[in-house]
């Protein structure tokens, strides 16, 4: 393994990620954490698959891991199937090994992994793949809050759509006997605002049919 670097790629953001750390060799855990500290990670280690399992299912478990190939109990390769097939998100995941070939890393792909590293490992490649996993992950979380305000405004605007009916219905009533009202100057004023808010209220109908049937053309 080669020493730490000075120019290392920084963490692209000031919110720390959590990395989970699984290897059965006490001080490579030891190497990994001080220097994932070091980029400005939190680390969360386990010594084998099992007890990295244990920790995903936590609540706010780790979305970076960082696995060796082969552990007891549970090897790197398994823990990524288990990952695929039974947890409800996916992390991303970077694999230590010692083993090499195309089928391995077929094999290592197909299980869910998203990065392999060969031991002796870089550190600077380590945390040049750390900082892709960082910024693919808070692409994820962004896409998933843009996609919950996204679901948000179409509630508003099924609400408002179930509303403009029974408004308009109202505004044309007031409309309708401020008709027969004696002119003055001030009914005049008061008609002139009912009217410009019928105009507000014809507009936004307008605005959330093309919505409607915007979202009606994506289906």
Request: with cysteine; hydrophobic share 40%.
């Given at each position: ?9 920084a963490l ?11 290897d059965d060799?006490?001080?490579t ?5 001080t220097?994932i500290?070091?980029w ?5 280690t ?5 007890e990295a399992?244990?920790?995903?299912q ?22 990524c ?7 409800s998100?996916?992390?991303?995941t ?5 083993i ?13 992994a ?5 031991k002796?490992?870089?550190l600077a490649?380590?945390n040049?793949r750390?900082s ?8 994820e979380?962004?896409?998933?809050e ?8 179409e ?18 009533e ?11 100057e001030?009914?005049?004023s008061?008609?002139?605002?009912i ?25």
């Open positions: 393994m080669e020493n730490d670097k000075s120019h290392l790629v692209p953001s000031t919110e720390p990620l959590t990395v989970l750390v699984a060799d006490p001080p855990r030891i190497l990994l954490r220097a500290q070091r400005g990670y939190q680390v969360i386990a010594s084998d698959g099992e399992w244990k920790i995903l936590q609540p706010n478990a780790p979305r970076l891991l960082l696995l060796d190939w082969l552990m007891p109990n549970l090897n790197g390769i398994d823990l199937l288990r990952i695929k097939q039974e947890s998100y996916h992390p991303y970077i694999l230590l090994t010692q090499t070939g195309v089928e391995n890393i077929v094999k290592g792909l197909e299980a869910g998203d990065e392999f590293l060969s002796p490992f870089n490649e380590l040049s750390l892709v996993g960082a910024r693919i992950i808070k692409y979380n962004s896409f998933s843009k996609n919950q305000q996204l679901q948000k405004y509630e508003s605007i099924k609400s408002l759509a179930a509303l403009a009916p029974a408004i308009k219905v109202e505004i044309n007031i409309l309708d006997y401020a008709n027969v009202l004696e002119k003055t001030s009914t005049n008061h008609l002139n605002k009217k410009e808010l019928q105009s507000k209220l014809t507009h936004v109908a307008e605005l959330i049919e093309t919505c409607q049937l915007h979202e009606k053309g994506q289906e």
